[in-house]
């Protein structure tokens, strides 16, 4: 049986830091494969600016391509309206019947657990596994796998504010990613 890691976000944009988290989590549980899922419109960001699907899932691309046991999975963005993780993971298990999933979030979203949509039957598809992230605790009433990563405060926030403000991104993000960044001059890249 295929045990697969599931890395849900916006990647706006993906860094460093998202694969270190699947890297760690990869050898942590000794898993076959982790699937990065772009989403649509995330529940918790309705509202917010997201750059666009296609540029974001070029860049997922460009950043996972070393990787031979990183894989991106466009459930999510091939659906319209709000992404919810319940209804993706019903989907995905209906696909991928024999498969074993364990679904990574950040210490930030371990918080936000009681607010999800359906957690409680979210809760028997799939096993939670909780990172570390600085200024977050991975506290919960709900059962998680927790995995110490190495910490790198870093987040797709504080590199488009790096970009809009002409700081360097050098060592943050896969300089593929970086590089795609400048030719498309997204986040007000000059």
């Not at 960001?45 to 990787?67: P, Y």
Request: glycine share 6%; hydrophobic share 35%; net charge neutral.
């Amino acid at each position: 049986m295929k045990k697969i890691g599931i890395f849900g976000g916006t990647f706006d944009p993906p860094h460093n830091g998202h694969l270190l988290m699947a890297n760690e989590v990869l050898t942590f549980l000794d898993l076959s494969e982790i699937w990065f899922m772009p989403n649509r419109i995330p529940p918790h960001k309705q509202g917010k600016k997201v750059t666009d699907s296609s540029d974001r899932l070029k860049m997922l691309e460009l950043a996972i391509s070393d990787h031979p046991q990183f894989k991106i999975q466009t459930i999510e963005l091939e659906r319209e309206g709000p992404s919810y993780t319940y209804e993706t993971i019903c989907q995905i298990k209906h696909i991928y019947k024999n498969y074993e999933f364990y679904f990574i979030i950040g210490a930030d979203m371990v918080e936000y657990l009681p607010n999800w949509y359906k957690i409680d039957e979210l809760m028997q598809l799939v096993t939670f596994v909780g990172v570390k992230r600085p200024g977050f605790s991975l506290e919960t009433s709900y059962p998680i796998i927790e995995v110490e990563v190495p910490e790198f405060g870093v987040s797709s926030s504080l590199i488009r504010k790096r970009i809009q403000t002409g700081k360097s991104i050098k060592y943050l993000v896969p300089e593929s990613v970086k590089l795609y960044i400048e030719e498309k001059k997204l986040y007000g890249a000059t």
